[in-house]
Nanobody, 124 residues
Framework: QVQLVESGGGLVQAGGSLRLSCAAS????????MGWFRQAPGKERGFVAA????????YYADSVKGRFTISRDNAKNTVYLQMNSLKPEDTAVYYC?????????????????WGQGTQVTVSS
């Protein structure tokens, strides 16, 4: 059974940092594009960042460029999201997803598997 488990969320002041982790099991991790999405109350799940299987290509939403960094460790079956200079508008539940194929990394509908999410709250 495929499982994606996020961790690392919490409460942080504006300007602070958090690192999210997503541990995968039940799939051949290195074959998947891995992505991070977030969903705030009353809003649609939106794209944050994605990384391909070889970590040679990354893609970021404009709202997080220069602040967030996605990375992966295939030996540990884990993808990370380093979040710096956090803003209150970053507050959301953050989800990791795994995409076996397709080219639209920014589209949540392309992803085959999802984690349960981890809450990130940024106070002002």
């Amino acid at each position: 059974q495929v499982q994606l488990v996020e961790s690392g969320g919490g409460l942080v002041q504006a300007g602070g940092s958090l690192r999210l982790s997503c541990a995968a099991s039940g799939l051949t991790f290195r074959r998947y594009v891995m992505g991070w999405f977030r969903q705030a109350p009353g809003k649609e799940r939106g794209f944050v960042a994605a990384i391909n299987w070889g970590a040679s290509r990354t893609y970021y939403a404009d709202s997080v460029k220069g602040r967030f960094t996605i990375s992966r460790d295939n030996a540990k079956n884990t993808v990370y999201l380093q979040m710096n200079s956090l803003k209150p508008e970053d507050t959301a539940v953050y989800y990791c997803g795994a995409d076996r194929g397709g080219s639209s990394w920014y589209n949540s509908g392309e992803y085959d598997y999802w984690g349960q999410g981890t809450q990130v709250t940024v106070s002002s």
